[in-house]
Every structure is written in structure tokens, then in C-alpha cells.
């Protein structure tokens, strides 16, 4: 089935390391984002990537960098993870020739930064 | 600046009772609307979507929702509370352009 993968799921890591968060989707779909969800303010658009050509910051950059490295593909690193850090980090497809371009979800990673 | 409003972070209900999450927009221009709901330890899945065909849209598990552009709402509703409704309710719009806005999301209680 058609499906938004993230890997990990579950991240443990200590303050000032380098990790990376990965993302793939067989939707086809040529949208792609990054957000972060903590309790009680919601998701927020960290970046968001319309080709493989093209990377947008989002609202909250600061602190992240990603790669788009396929069209199906769609990485996010911190480069030196600090502990406000830690939340649920969700990617996200789109595609940009449906009606109303709803965004399609992955089930998460959790990372905690010690 | 463009957003979107979700009265209430905690709802709790009683089984087979009448379940209101209420969502408001900030723009004259009605945008799209959107409702996620996310489950335990899940991602967000699409609930619902308004689609200018009509103003009662109707979703998956019973839920339906109201656009009303003189209230600048979208607030959503199911007739019948159950255990398995709770979860964690996101309302979402997206302006011109591409860039969505959620709601600070409601979480259900459904109490048995």
C-alpha cells in the first residue's frame, strides 16, 4: 500500500549529537514536510520541500537542516540536538494536483534529547 | 497573521453522547478546511475535509462538520459518542498558496 514511512520511531540521544530522521513515501507525491508536534501548541512546520530541487524553511528552522535526496525521500538533521528539541517530529506528503491537497501523514518519530 | 483556532485543548464525553469540537478561521476569504484526528502513538490521519459542494461535510466515523463562512467555523460534530472517538482532534486550513496551519489540536475524553 501506498504509505508514509519514518525512521526511527523511537530516538534517545544526548545533548550536541548530530542525528538524522529519515522519511519515504511511495505516494508519488512530490510535496514533502517536516513538522514538530509538542503538547499544547500543535504542529509546526519545520520545512517543507516542493521538488527535489526546492527546500523551504518553515516556521521553526532554526537548529534543523534537511535533504531532499529523491523524489520519495526527505531527510531532517539536527545538527547539534539540544534538549527543547525533544518532541514528536511528523513528515508529511502532498500532492499538488489533488483538489484541495491534503497532507498525508507518517506515524511519527519520538526523539528525546538528554 | 493567518490562523486557525481550537476552543478548548480538553473535551470529555460521555459514551453515546453528543461529541462538539469547535474551529475557528481567521480570514474572510474562506480557505480549506481540514480535520485530523490522531490516535495513540499514531500519525494524523484525515478525518474530514470541506470541499465548497456543501456546508455539511460529512467524514469517516460518523463525524461531519459545519462550514459556516459568517462565523468563520468549521466545528466538528458526531451525534453519538464512542469509546474508541478518543483520540486527538486537529483542525487545519489552508490559505492561498501551500503552507497549512494547524490548531493547537483538542483531545477527547470519552468517559464509558
Known amino acids: 500500500d501506498a504509505d508514509v514511512t519514518q525512521t526511527p520511531r523511537n530516538r534517545i540521544t544526548k545533548t550536541g549529537k548530530r542525528i538524522m530522521l529519515e522519511c519515504s513515501q511511495t505516494k508519488g507525491h512530490d510535496r514533502m514536510y517536516w513538522y514538530r508536534q509538542d503538547p499544547g501548541l500543535g504542529l509546526r512546520l519545520i520545512y517543507y520541500?516542493?521538488?527535489?530541487?526546492?527546500?523551504n524553511k518553515g516556521e521553526i528552522s532554526d537548529g534543523y537542516s534537511v535533504s531532499r535526496q529523491a523524489q520519495a525521500k526527505f531527510s531532517l538533521s539536527l545538527e547539534s540536538a539540544i534538549p527543547n528539541q525533544t518532541a514528536l517530529y511528523f513528515c508529511a506528503t502532498s500532492d499538488p494536483g489533488a483538489s484541495y491537497n491534503e497532507q498525508f501523514f507518517g506515524p511519527g518519530t519520538r526523539l528525546t534529547v538528554l | 497573521a493567518q490562523s486557525v483556532t481550537q476552543l478548548g485543548s480538553h473535551v470529555s464525553v460521555s459514551e453515546g453522547a453528543l461529541v462538539l469540537l469547535r474551529c475557528n478561521y481567521s480570514s474572510s476569504v474562506p480557505p480549506y478546511l481540514f480535520w485530523y484526528v490522531q490516535y495513540p502513538n499514531q500519525g494524523l490521519q484525515l478525518l474530514l475535509k470541506?470541499?465548497?459542494?456543501?456546508?455539511l461535510v460529512k467524514g469517516i466515523n460518523g463525524f461531519e462538520a459545519e462550514f459556516k463562512k459568517s462565523e468563520t467555523s468549521f466545528h466538528l460534530t458526531k451525534p453519538s459518542a464512542h469509546m474508541s472517538d478518543a483520540a486527538e482532534y486537529f483542525c487545519?486550513?489552508?490559505?492561498?498558496?501551500?503552507?497549512?496551519?494547524f490548531g493547537t489540536g483538542t483531545s477527547l475524553t470519552v468517559i464509558p
Open positions: 470541506y470541499t465548497s459542494a456543501a456546508t
Open positions: 520541500s516542493f521538488d527535489v530541487k526546492d527546500i
Open positions: 487545519a486550513v489552508r490559505y492561498t498558496g501551500n503552507q497549512f496551519y
